[in-house]
């Protein structure tokens, strides 16, 4: 397993550029079993899960792929009339948003058979949501042997008010609705940015979706749809977190491609700990202040604090001149990083979903082990400050979701580099 070695002290300096959004890739590529024919997408990073998708969608019978050289970043996926509609446990378990073809695979094939996502690190993460919005679509469910079978003569239109906001709950119901006959309303449905790109995405197929980004969504079903050519949008968590690596070792740089109304809530709170941001030339850049002060937090859904930024806010705040008050609405078990943190001499105490963090004088570097995704990204950054040398182990998780982070960091003038194990 690779390790990430850092060794604190450069400040950053210069300009970076933020890669695609993992999580408008995600269901972005998972739509495209919703039409024939071979669909592009641009910007779409280099990660771990977004190979997993792209398995997931060979094992079915599409032809996705990845293509080289200097179009990396583009996917293509053909999708012919027959397809397996099923997602297998080996590959679900291992990304838990597999459970996006659900939608499109009832929707265009009638049956799903789709294995239960388990829990994972940073909860038990359950999708009672996404059945019951494909169920008020007249989807009738079975749960065997750890999978959903889904099954649809023809989807109809409905309505469906979920009992809480979910992300890609509303995206998976969403493209259900796009092929059920007639209309459909989602209500209290998750606002993030990667909603409105997935909508965007599916109009661009031909659906007639409205209100994408806010919290009622309406879908007039339509016969078919056909295949796109699309960009995906910059990643607005990668986007925070270079920001973060930005302020916690007093630099000054430019984030390419950030997008600042993607990043408001994250934005406010950088500003309140005394980081000065600017829009410029397509991106925002940030100076850091001499010393952080301390901010309090709490996440919640799109446009408030992002649970994604947790982790990374919290190792800036273990550096504030004073105390911060951190607050996790959004998973039950997202503090992994803080015994981590603790062995750097963070000063840290939880209590239920919150964590009160004193500002220390200094951080000290010292081996520490990623346990998810955000938490390895905020273990690196931890490493930027801590004095001596940082080692972070187990970063197939940081993978998953930052394409060549320490690279970009690298870049930046970090004394930062990756040990093959
Ligand atoms: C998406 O996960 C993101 N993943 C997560 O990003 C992100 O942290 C999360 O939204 C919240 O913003 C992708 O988009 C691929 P939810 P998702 O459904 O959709 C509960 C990352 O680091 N819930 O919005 O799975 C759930 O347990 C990842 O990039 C139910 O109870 O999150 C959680 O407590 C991590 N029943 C809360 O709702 C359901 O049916 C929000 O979950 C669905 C969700």
Redesign the pocket.
């Known amino acids: 397993m690779d390790k990430i070695i850092v060794k604190g002290g450069p400040a950053l300096q210069g300009e970076v550029k933020v890669s695609g959004a993992?999580?408008a890739a995600?269901?972005i590529l998972a739509s495209s079993l919703l039409a024939d024919g071979v669909s592009t997408y641009r910007n779409v990073p280099d990660l771990v899960d977004v190979g997993t998708m792209l398995k997931v969608l060979n094992t079915m019978g599409c032809e996705a792929e990845r293509l080289t050289g200097r179009q990396k970043n583009v996917c293509q996926v053909g999708v012919n009339g027959h397809i397996t509609p099923e997602a297998p446990y080996d590959l679900v378990k291992t990304m838990?948003?597999s459970v996006l073809v659900l939608g499109p695979l009832v929707a265009r094939y009638g049956r799903a058979r789709v294995s239960m996502p388990g829990g994972c690190a940073?909860?038990?993460?359950?999708?009672?949501?996404?059945l019951k919005g494909l169920k008020a679509l007249g989807a009738e469910i079975t749960l065997t042997e750890g999978y959903v079978e889904a099954r649809a003569k023809h989807l109809k239109g409905g309505t469906v008010n979920f009992d809480?906001?979910?992300?890609?709950?509303t995206e998976n119901v969403m493209m259900a609705a796009v092929l059920a006959k007639g209309r459909t309303v989602l209500e209290n449905c998750?606002r993030?940015p990667?909603i409105e790109e997935l909508a965007r995405v599916l109009n661009k197929m031909g659906a007639k979706i409205e209100g994408a980004g806010t919290s009622v969504i309406t879908i007039d079903g339509v016969d078919s749809l056909r295949p796109v050519d699309h960009a995906i949008l910059p990643d607005r968590?990668e986007a925070g977190t270079l920001l973060v690596a930005a302020a916690i070792s007093g630099g000054d740089v430019l984030v390419k491609h950030a997008v600042p109304e993607h990043l408001e809530a994250v934005v406010m709170k950088l500003r309140e700990a005394g980081c000065v941001i600017t829009a410029e030339n397509g991106g925002m850049r940030l100076k850091a202040p001499k010393g952080i002060h301390p901010v309090d937090v709490t996440t919640t859904?799109h446009p408030g604090f992002?649970?994604?930024m947790q982790a990374q806010l919290m190792v800036l705040m273990c550096v504030a001149s004073g105390t911060s008050v951190i607050s996790e609405n959004?998973?039950?078990n997202r503090f992994m990083h803080v015994a981590e943190l603790h062995r750097m001499g963070a000063d840290i105490t939880i209590q239920g979903p919150t964590a009160v963090v004193k500002g220390v004088k200094k951080l000290s570097g010292a081996p520490v082990m990623a346990t998810d995704?955000?938490a390895s990204a905020s273990l690196i950054l931890a490493g930027l400050r801590a004095e001596g040398r940082t080692e972070v182990s187990r970063v197939y998780h940081l993978d998953r979701?930052y394409e060549r982070l320490e690279r970009k960091l690298r870049s930046l003038g970090a004394d930062i580099r990756r040990v093959k194990a």
């Open positions: 993992k999580n995600l269901p838990r948003a940073i909860g038990a993460r359950p999708i009672d949501q996404h809480l906001i979910t992300v890609t709950g998750a993030e990667e968590i859904e992002p649970t994604d959004i998973f039950e995704l955000r979701g």
